[in-house]
Nanobody, 119 residues
Framework: QVHLVESGGGSVQAGGSMRLSCAVSGYTVSSACLAWFRQAPGKERERVATIERNRRTDYADSVKGRFTISRDIAKNSLFLQMNSLKPEDTAMYYC?????????????WGQGTQVTVSS
């Protein structure tokens, strides 16, 4: 059974950094597409970053150059390094697992971790 558990959220001032982790069980992180999403109150869920099986990464324009997605096979975990954080990055962040040959659809989700950036 696939489980995703996020951690590492919290509060930080604008310009600061934070690293989110997603512990994965039930499969190997390198065997499927993984992604980070976020959702702020009153807004639609937004895909933040994706890492495919071949390690190709993709980012939302709003976070390019500031966020880095990575995975660690030994730890079977997914990470999101967030630098130069802005108040508009405040949201609940979720990790999600997509397909083996394509990212869509994302069928497995974690419970989320809150990130709050103050100005």
């Amino acid at each position: 059974q696939v489980h995703l558990v996020e951690s590492g959220g919290g509060s930080v001032q604008a310009g600061g950094s934070m690293r989110l982790s997603c512990a994965v069980s039930g499969y190997t992180v390198s065997s499927a597409c993984l992604a980070w999403f976020r959702q702020a109150p009153g807004k639609e869920r937004e895909r933040v970053a994706t890492i495919e099986r071949n390690r190709r990464t993709d980012y939302a324009d709003s976070v390019k150059g500031r966020f880095t997605i990575s995975r660690d096979i030994a730890k079977n975990s997914l990470f999101l390094q967030m630098n130069s954080l802005k108040p508009e990055d405040t949201a609940m962040y979720y990790c999600a697992r997509g397909g083996v040959y394509s990212c869509q659809p994302y069928n497995y989700w974690g419970q989320g971790t809150q990130v709050t950036v103050s100005s």
